[in-house]
């Protein structure tokens, strides 16, 4: 059989596949914009109907409007999140959903601990050579796709194919359902003035030739539009988002001076805009490699002056920092904070940077505390805590006792 009537033979509808996920089952999806939103659906549907009972969904980063998520569902479907984001988030907060804490970094090797029944993806679709790519979610699908007893895909003509990273052989698939659902973007943010001056505080310090790592949010956008002018930056990142786009575009960027992947950009996620995912299409100066690797601090400090820049919801005069919780509430999860900090921490002339607009809620809460809210995560522990920066400056904590720490917080 040809690889185009095995294809064809292995097609069916988002119906037809939710059919055979059974009760009982541990389903894991991919994450962000490769959540498969046709099969989900479907899958919703059968919970609701009670066609379906007990099944496990294993999800990360949640950014769509999903059916599973509705109470009907949740009768029968338990979601358990790596990093949850929105609508997941509330439910998690009303014991409706779960949390696996974990640094991004260690998830594929968790995965070996997890029951993966089902995996369910959206992918690129199929090539000449019976291949889908997992595009802009290479993270953690490996390990997902070695585990699975059965995997389902949700064949996007809009998901991008990446020339490295996971890809899955019609042979290994059970059933391709054909979509043409827009994936699920996050529109660029809006740059305040508090956000622009802490990205060009930052930018100040970054030597021409450093590699760096962002997330997403104000700060960095604001933090990669001060780098334009830059020469010689190298990517490595865990997100790869719209601002470093910009940079490559604005010749900030060539990936020369890296000592590893010279040349190319090397991330493990992408999403956000139509712009991110088009330029690792068929791009070979875009590396899209697991998040094991990618994340790994031993790999990250390989690079010299690697600047590493995340964000945080509060931080106490320890330096513990909390990105994940407002005490008890949940918000979000650990993602990959820690790998780079340690990893940067590491890098011979590296830096990394905590960094966010110093109060909330129109000045009423003050985000730097004598310490944490009760109940908070610490993310970023005192004893690995680098810089914090905000509006007013950076505090460099790294190697201070506490009483400097205290002072340079509240200076």
């Not at 904070?337 to 590491?346: E, I, N, P, S």
Request: hydrophobic letters at 40%; glycine letters at 8%; proline letters at 6%.
């Amino acid at each position: 059989m040809d690889l185009k009537e095995l294809y064809l033979k292995k097609r069916m509808s988002a119906g037809d596949i939710a059919s055979q996920i059974g009760s009982g089952e541990c389903v894991h999806t991919d994450l962000a914009a490769a959540i498969p939103p046709g099969i989900i659906q479907a899958l919703a549907k059968r919970a609701k109907s009670g066609e379906v009972k007990d099944v496990k969904l294993y999800t990360s980063l949640d950014i769509g409007q999903y059916e599973c998520l509705d109470e009907e569902a949740l009768k029968n479907i338990t979601p358990i999140s790596w990093f949850s984001s929105g609508r997941l988030a509330k439910m998690i907060n009303a014991a409706r959903a779960d949390i696996i804490p974990c640094n991004y970094s260690s998830m594929p090797a968790l995965h070996e601990l997890t029951p993966v029944d089902v995996m369910v993806a959206v992918v690129s679709p199929m090539d000449r050579h019976g291949y889908f790519s997992t595009g802009g979610s290479a993270s953690f699908s490996q390990s997902v796709i070695d585990r699975a007893k059965k995997i389902y895909l949700e064949v996007c003509p809009w998901m991008p194919r990446a020339l490295t990273g996971p890809i899955i052989h019609i042979s290994q698939v059970d059933g391709v359902f054909e979509s043409e659902a827009p994936l699920v973007e996050l529109p660029k943010p809006p740059i305040d003035e508090i956000s622009k001056k802490i990205g060009e505080l930052m930018a100040e310090e970054v030597p021409n030739g450093a590699t760096i790592q962002m997330g997403i949010g104000a700060v960095p956008e604001a933090f990669g539009m001060a780098l334009l002018d830059k020469k010689d930056m190298g990517i490595h990142t865990e997100l790869l988002t719209e601002s470093m786009i910009d940079m490559i575009e604005a010749g900030a960027v060539t990936n020369l001076q890296k000592p590893i992947h010279r040349g190319r950009t090397v991330a493990t996620l992408a999403f956000g805009s139509k712009k991110v995912l088009d330029y690792i299409n068929d791009n070979p100066a875009c590396e899209m490699l697991t998040v094991d690797y990618v994340n790994n601090p031993a790999v990250i400090a390989m690079h010299p002056n690697f600047i590493s820049v995340n964000a945080a919801l509060e931080v106490d005069f320890y330096g513990q920092v909390c990105a994940e919780s407002g005490g008890t509430r949940h918000v979000s999860g650990s993602g990959g904070q820690l790998d780079y900090v340690r990893g940067a921490v590491a890098s011979k002339g590296g830096c990394s940077y905590i960094a966010f607009s110093s109060t909330a809620k129109d000045d009423t809460i003050t985000k730097i505390k004598p310490t944490l809210t009760p109940g908070a995560c610490v993310t970023t522990g005192k004893n690995e805590v680098d810089c914090i920066v905000t509006e007013y400056g950076i505090a460099r904590l790294r190697g201070k006792p506490l009483s400097e720490r205290t002072k340079a917080l509240i200076s």
